[in-house]
């Protein structure tokens, strides 16, 4: 069961754990840049790209599955 919360960066540092894995976000308006970390690993790694399109929930699911993530993490466009 997925909870959603908006907390800082900052208040997951002292929790993260390399044994899990974590997916970033990088929200485009056409593509989505995704990233994570291999289990063992703190430095996230480029994955691809997703499209930004009618399937995109599903898309993310799928990734989140995939790579049996724990946080899911979305980076905000600063130039918006």
């Known amino acids: ?10 208040s997951y540092r002292q929790k993260m754990s390399a044994t899990n ?7 485009g308006e056409v593509r ?10 703190y430095i996230a790694q480029p994955r691809g790209v997703v ?3 009618k399937n995109v929930v599903a898309s993310i699911k799928k990734l ?3 790579e049996q993530a724990v946080v ?3 980076g905000l466009p600063r130039g918006l």
Do not use: E
């Open 64 to 66: 989140i599955s995939d």
């Open 72 to 74: 899911l993490i979305v």
């Open 21 to 27: 894995v974590y997916v970033a976000l990088d929200v």
């Open 1 to 10: 069961q997925a909870i959603l919360r908006k907390l800082p960066l900052s």
């Open 32 to 41: 989505i840049g995704v990233a994570s970390n291999p289990r063992g690993v």
């Open 51 to 53: 499209a930004n399109d």
